[in-house]
């Protein structure tokens, strides 16, 4: 015959019950212990570079506002930064004025040749004027937007010219294109945060949406990059940025110029060596 169980034993019970409920409740609400781990994806270059040691930045046909030298500017940073992030020799020299360059090809492309003849009342019409020659498109003096840069594309198509220039330099990899960069505005709506109080003095941050005019700056380059063995280009890429400030916000133009760069130098650099993309995992433990 089975007596009463004792109150002590049945204390214990319900207590240990209640304790492991406690336990199993905890553990449910903080649920799994996680933790993050960095993770870096390499991404190979666009470009096979195996055939060379050396990259020339030649220069650029620059355009835009007068308030910074482009081609010079670009030429400068690509060169800093192929320096530390580029296994390629970073070739010092002057930046090409292809602007310049590209007007005196076109003028002599122009020109009809020497006639030799004398006083031959038959001699041939000049080349220009005969039939099925075409006189080449005048290039724009000023280069103040896209449409402008489009005669100066031929430059880039001279493969006598840039093999040239490879067999100056030791047949480097070389990088040329063009660089329009323009100031703009925009009239258009602005969210703001603006503070306000009510009657009992308490604060909040209210947005406003305000019509309001804004300016700034475009930065249009195409990178062109030339094998200096054959002058023949390899591969081109180009790229848009802008930037707007407030109209009361004084930006000078060459820092906008330096803060659109750095949004597309590792756009550049990714043609060239091996980028990295950073990043995190999550993983449960």
Same mark, same amino acid.
């Given at each position: 015959?089975?007596?009463?169980?004792?109150?002590?034993?049945?204390? %214990?019970?319900?207590?240990?019950?209640?304790?492991?409920?406690?336990?199993?409740?905890?553990?449910?609400?903080?649920?799994?212990?996680?933790?993050?781990?960095?993770?870096?994806?390499?991404?190979?270059? =666009?470009?096979?570079?195996?055939?060379?040691?050396?990259?020339?930045?030649?220069?650029?046909?620059?355009?835009?506002?007068?308030?910074?030298? *482009?081609?010079?500017?670009?030429?400068?940073?690509?060169?800093?930064?192929? %320096?530390? =992030?580029?296994? $390629?020799?970073?070739?010092?020299?002057?930046?090409?004025?292809?602007?310049?360059?590209?007007?005196?090809?076109?003028?002599?492309?122009?020109?009809?040749?020497?006639?030799?003849?004398?006083?031959?009342?038959?001699?041939?019409?000049? %080349?220009?004027?005969?039939?099925?020659?075409?006189?080449?498109?005048? $290039?724009?003096?000023?280069?103040?937007?896209?449409?402008?840069?489009?005669?100066?594309?031929?430059?880039?198509?001279?493969?006598?010219?840039?093999?040239?220039?490879?067999?100056?330099?030791? #047949?480097?990899?070389?990088?040329?294109?063009?660089?329009?960069?323009?100031?703009?505005?925009?009239?258009?709506?602005?969210?703001?945060?603006?503070?306000?109080?009510?009657? $009992?003095? @308490?604060?909040?941050?209210?947005?406003?949406?305000?019509?309001?005019? @804004?300016?700034?700056?475009?930065?249009?380059?195409?990178?062109?990059?030339?094998?200096? %063995?054959?002058?023949?280009?390899?591969?081109?890429?180009?790229?848009?940025?802008?930037?707007?400030?407030?109209?009361?916000? *004084?930006?000078?133009? $060459?820092?906008?110029?330096?803060?659109?760069?750095?949004?597309?130098?590792? #756009?550049?650099?990714?043609?060239?060596?091996?980028? =990295?993309?950073?990043?995190?995992?999550?993983?449960? =433990?």
């Amino acid at each position: 015959m089975t007596g009463p169980v004792p109150r002590a034993r049945k204390s %214990r019970r319900v207590l240990g019950a209640t304790l492991a409920a406690a336990t199993a409740a905890i553990l449910v609400a903080c649920g799994p212990t996680t933790y993050e781990i960095p993770i870096e994806t390499p991404i190979q270059p =666009k470009l096979d570079l195996s055939a060379f040691q050396r990259v020339l930045i030649a220069g650029f046909v620059a355009g835009g506002t007068s308030d910074v030298d *482009t081609n010079q500017e670009t030429v400068r940073l690509l060169r800093s930064q192929l %320096r530390s =992030k580029s296994s $390629l020799r970073v070739i010092d020299a002057d930046a090409l004025a292809l602007l310049e360059v590209a007007q005196d090809q076109n003028k002599g492309a122009a020109d009809p040749p020497a006639d030799t003849t004398k006083g031959d009342s038959a001699a041939p019409a000049p %080349r220009a004027a005969q039939a099925g020659d075409r006189t080449p498109t005048a $290039l724009p003096q000023q280069i103040k937007e896209e449409k402008d840069l489009e005669p100066y594309e031929r430059l880039f198509a001279n493969t006598a010219y840039w093999k040239q220039i490879g067999e100056e330099y030791q #047949n480097p990899l070389i990088v040329t294109g063009t660089v329009l960069f323009t100031s703009h505005s925009r009239w258009g709506f602005v969210s703001r945060d603006v503070e306000q109080f009510d009657s $009992l003095g @308490r604060r909040r941050v209210v947005p406003v949406r305000t019509y309001m005019e @804004r300016t700034g700056f475009i930065l249009r380059p195409k990178f062109i990059f030339i094998d200096g %063995r054959t002058g023949a280009t390899m591969y081109s890429e180009s790229y848009r940025e802008e930037v707007l400030y407030n109209a009361s916000q *004084t930006t000078p133009a $060459l820092s906008s110029y330096f803060e659109l760069m750095d949004r597309l130098v590792p #756009n550049f650099l990714s043609a060239l060596s091996t980028q =990295k993309i950073r990043g995190t995992r999550v993983l449960l =433990k």
